[in-house]
């Protein structure tokens, strides 16, 4: 059986567009009754970059299995590739901030003109978060009591206002995972029973966004065993969505949003593939820069090696001619020296001479000195000490 592929925004517009189809839709995600539904305003389709991400906003009354009725604002959210987290976010804030302007808006008898509401979100993804084995997860906002150290099942208007409850479906196979938790639902005990069909209901639901037509390379329209859905409320969701696979319009649609898309995921990849060789281009530049400026550090190093070598070479040049100058001086002075030298010598040679000379006038005269006393009959000792001559040269002169 075919159907639309109600992943896209143009199919999931069209099976949305229809009030009892979209009320079994979100009962089923929402896991409680919902009697009433209205479309708010906005529906916010963003597609820029590859990224595909929309946003259909209700305000719903839900009817709980113990009867009581509540009106929310029931917020979807559905990506078919990864978004930024930022947008899911932003568009969240503006739920709230739309429910800020409405409360604060008073009517003629000074009474608020609308409640504020609790806020839903739903997301529906294209794309797995591996972290969660199931693909289908809800997030509960239960109070935990600090002083009792475990949850409380109590209601708060303020807790429901001011926090709130996701549901997350993950639109892809995760069929080993799947195939475990089947295996330990199996003997699960009666008061299990409603969960277990309301899951089975849910997952019934998600496999109409993720099947494909066998040997096809996209999904705008999907093959589905419609014998599986004979039973549940989901027909008239499957019925639906088969009979948009006869609208020629809805599919030309489909296919102008995928091509869009396509597209736009490869101009994005050809900007990431451009950006990258850019940044290769500017690390490349960056490198060639830091060699430049290496380059031009090492020849200012080289520039101010060969200055102070120049400087050194010049102060040994000067050093070269003061040594010269100092070895010229001293050769000078050892010449002088040489010269004084010969001269003392010769002086010594002249003294020595006269010392010589004087000596022998002396002991000349020191002989005749002593011929005179010994003449006069002098004794030999007054003698010796009066010439200083010996004994024995006195005596040898007579």
């Known amino acids: 059986?075919?159907?639309?592929?109600?992943?896209?925004?143009?199919?999931?517009?069209?099976?949305?567009?229809?009030?009892?189809?979209?009320?079994?839709?979100?009962?089923?995600?929402?896991?409680?009754?919902?009697?009433?539904?209205?479309?708010?305003?906005?529906?916010?389709?963003?597609?820029?970059?590859?990224?595909?991400?929309?946003?259909?906003?209700?305000?719903?009354?839900?009817?709980?299995?113990?009867?009581?009725?509540?009106?929310v604002i029931v917020e979807v959210q559905k990506s078919r590739s990864p978004s930024p987290i930022p947008r899911f976010r932003n568009y969240l804030a503006l739920n709230y901030a739309s429910g800020f302007r409405e409360a604060i808006a008073f009517d003629s008898t000074k009474a608020l003109k609308h409640p504020v509401l609790p806020?839903?979100?739903?997301?529906?993804?294209?794309?797995?978060?591996?972290?969660?084995?199931?693909?289908?997860?809800?997030?509960?906002?239960?109070?935990?009591?600090?002083?009792?150290?475990?949850?409380?099942?109590?209601?708060?208007?303020?807790?429901?206002?001011?926090?709130?409850?996701?549901?997350?479906?993950?639109?892809?196979?995760?069929?080993?995972?799947?195939?475990?938790?089947?295996?330990?639902?199996?003997?699960?005990?009666?008061?299990?029973?409603?969960?277990?069909?309301?899951?089975?209901?849910?997952?019934?639901?998600?496999?109409?966004?993720?099947?494909?037509?066998?040997?096809?390379?996209?999904?705008d329209v999907v093959e589905i065993e419609g014998d599986r859905y004979e039973d549940g409320g989901l027909k008239s969701v499957v019925d639906h969505l088969h009979l948009g696979t006869l609208d020629d319009e809805l599919i030309r649609s489909i296919f102008l949003e995928r091509t869009y898309e396509d597209y736009g995921k490869t101009l994005l990849e050809d900007l990431a593939t451009t950006e990258r060789n850019l940044e290769v281009v500017e690390r490349s530049l960056e490198a060639t820069e830091r060699n430049l400026?290496?380059?031009?550090?090492?020849?200012?190093?080289?520039?101010?090696?060969?200055?102070?070598?120049?400087?050194?070479?010049?102060?040994?040049?000067?050093?070269?001619?003061?040594?010269?100058?100092?070895?010229?001086?001293a050769e000078q002075k050892r010449e002088t020296a040489e010269r004084n030298l010969e001269a003392t010598e010769r002086n010594l040679e002249a003294a020595e001479q006269k010392r010589e000379t004087a000596e022998r006038q002396r002991?000349?005269?020191?002989?005749?000195?002593?011929?005179m006393m010994l003449a006069m009959g002098r004794p030999l000792d007054e003698i010796a000490r009066e010439t200083g001559l010996s004994k024995d040269e006195i005596e040898g002169l007579t």
């Not at 209205?38 to 529906?43: A, D, I, N």
């Not at 080289?302 to 010269?324: G, P, Q, S, Y």
Request: glycine share 4%; net charge negative; with cysteine.
């Open 119 to 219: 806020v839903v979100p739903i997301y529906i993804l294209g794309y797995d978060l591996a972290e969660f084995e199931g693909r289908i997860i809800r997030v509960d906002t239960l109070p935990y009591d600090y002083s009792l150290g475990r949850h409380v099942e109590v209601k708060s208007r303020f807790v429901e206002l001011l926090t709130h409850r996701c549901h997350i479906l993950i639109a892809v196979d995760k069929e080993e995972k799947q195939a475990k938790q089947r295996r330990g639902r199996k003997g699960a005990s009666p008061a299990d029973a409603t969960h277990a069909k309301a899951y089975h209901q849910l997952e019934l639901l998600l496999d109409l966004f993720i099947q494909k037509i066998a040997g096809a390379d996209k999904n």
């Open 363 to 371: 002991v000349d005269l020191a002989r005749k000195m002593a011929g």
């Open 1 to 71: 059986m075919l159907i639309l592929n109600p992943l896209y925004d143009t199919a999931f517009k069209y099976l949305m567009d229809n009030e009892a189809v979209a009320k079994i839709v979100l009962s089923t995600i929402l896991g409680v009754e919902v009697v009433a539904l209205s479309p708010m305003p906005q529906e916010t389709p963003f597609r820029m970059q590859g990224w595909s991400l929309s946003r259909f906003d209700y305000r719903a009354v839900i009817r709980d299995p113990e009867g009581e009725e509540q009106m």
């Open 293 to 329: 400026e290496a380059t031009e550090r090492n020849l200012e190093a080289t520039e101010r090696n060969l200055e102070a070598t120049e400087r050194n070479l010049e102060a040994t040049e000067r050093k070269r001619e003061i040594a010269e100058r100092n070895l010229e001086a």
